[in-house]
Each structure stands twice: as structure tokens, then as C-alpha cells.
Nanobody, 123 residues
Framework: QVQLVESGGGLVQTGGSLRLSCAPS????????MGWFRQAPGKEREFVAG????????YYPDSVKGRFTISRDNAKNTVYLQMNSLKPEDTAVYYC????????????????WGQGTQVTVSS
């Protein structure tokens, strides 16, 4: 069982930046693909970024491409989501996920989930 703990959410103004972190409990963290999803009230969970176990490949949907960057530090057992040029429509609870295909936007394809961290972008 892999436990994921997100941190770094908060309130930011439009155009600002935040960096989210996710620390999995698994000692074999480096073997997992990792991803970030978000869910706004009344909406489905949306995929925003994925990264392979090595960090060599990443994937972003068009909605965040060029603004969000996913990275990982296997030595620190941490995956990051750097979010720049934030917009009010980025407001959501952000979830870290592990074990899916790094390009997969289907939440059912991911095996492990964190509890989420709230990101609010004010206009």
C-alpha cells in the first residue's frame, strides 16, 4: 500500500505561482509513475500532469501545457507540480496519484491517491 501526502496548496492571486509537493510512503517510489489531478466543485476529476518513473517523459493536457511543470526527485522521494500563470479556473482540490500510465487521464487507471490539497486562485 502506498500512501501519498500532498502539500503546498493555498490562496494565490491571478497570475501567481504555487508549487505542490507529494511525498509517497513507498520505499519503491522511484518505480512508480506519478501524476496530478484536480477536481473543482461539481466537476469531474481532471488530469493535469504525469511523469514516468525516471522523470524522462512528462505529459500535460492543453489546459495547463506551458504553465504547469511536473518533476520528481527520487532521492528525496518527492514529486512536484510547479504552477505558474494561475487563473481562477485553476481553482480546485489537487490530488497526487501513483501507479497509472503517465499519459492517462482516466482516474480509474491510477492505483493510489492522496487526500488532496486546496488551490484557490482569486481574480
Amino acid at each position: 500500500q502506498v500512501q501519498l501526502v500532498e502539500s503546498g496548496g493555498g490562496l494565490v492571486q491571478t497570475g501567481g505561482s504555487l508549487r505542490l509537493s507529494c511525498a509517497p510512503s513507498a520505499r519503491t517510489f522511484s518505480k512508480y509513475t506519478m501524476g496530478w489531478f484536480r477536481q473543482a466543485p461539481g466537476k469531474e476529476r481532471e488530469f493535469v500532469a504525469g511523469i514516468t518513473w525516471s522523470g524522462g517523459s512528462t505529459y500535460y493536457p492543453d489546459s495547463v501545457k506551458g504553465r504547469f511543470t511536473i518533476s520528481r526527485d527520487n532521492a528525496k522521494n518527492t514529486v512536484y507540480l510547479q504552477m505558474n500563470s494561475l487563473k481562477p479556473e485553476d481553482t480546485a482540490v489537487y490530488y497526487c496519484a501513483a501507479g497509472g500510465a503517465y499519459y492517462s487521464g482516466d482516474p480509474k487507471g491510477w492505483n493510489y491517491w492522496g487526500q488532496g490539497t486546496q488551490v484557490t486562485v482569486s481574480s
